[in-house]
């Protein structure tokens, strides 16, 4: 799908990954809807984009939050073709700790937040594409989704977030089986580390612990090579139902 006249919805748009990806898309042409908390900059990257580009802010975690928030984009633009989906994150806990098992409150918030609320994203983002007229090649619209090399191998301390982060790879293959017949395609990301939120400013030593595991390069992924991958995903037709690792080699250790 070309990029150019586009209207791509961006889901955690104001910061990290997402903003490169809505910054990197607006570049190519296309029109950008930033969804992201009330509290965040998704004003001013609106602002930044230009193009008219929009804000429409939501926490993910809300499903009426979120459908209002996609219907008012879908209605300033006229459609929505592609949908970005960053928008999670995770804490560190082990299952036994000296405070006994893991809450499952704990867990439960991470799949909602993670898992759950991709989904929710994904399941309303293709009901406004499937009203999309197919382009010349059939094709109606791209959701691609962000899980994490966690997924595969997920640290100590890690089991919620690899059990929502599997969850949402494992979805790649159904979800895309399920919707091709309507000429819409499904792709899922899995990063490594990130120079994005906490770890934006952390210092050369600890980044370099962190990813002496992988080949080469060794030193965390940039949002803008995320993006790179999601135009790249965008564009080819014949990506479609996988999970594309993007870690530079790194396996991560068990802690």
Known sequence: MEVAKKVVVVAGGASGMGRATARTLAGQGAVVAVLDLPSSAGADVAAELGGGATFHPCDVTDAEGVETALAEAVEAHGALHVAVNTAGGGVSRRIISKDGPMPLAEFRRLVELNLVATFNLDRLQAWHMSRNEPDEGGERGVIVNTSSIA?????????????????????????????????????????????TGALEGASEDVIATLTKDAAFPKRAGLPDEYAWLVEAVVRNPMLNGQTIRLDGGQRFAPR
């Open 151 to 195: 997924a595969f191998e997920g640290q100590i301390g890690q089991v919620a977030y690899s059990a929502a982060k599997a969850g949402i790879a494992g979805m790649s293959l159904t979800m895309a089986r399920d919707l091709g017949s309507l000429g819409i395609r499904v792709m899922t990301v899995a990063p490594s580390l990130f120079a």
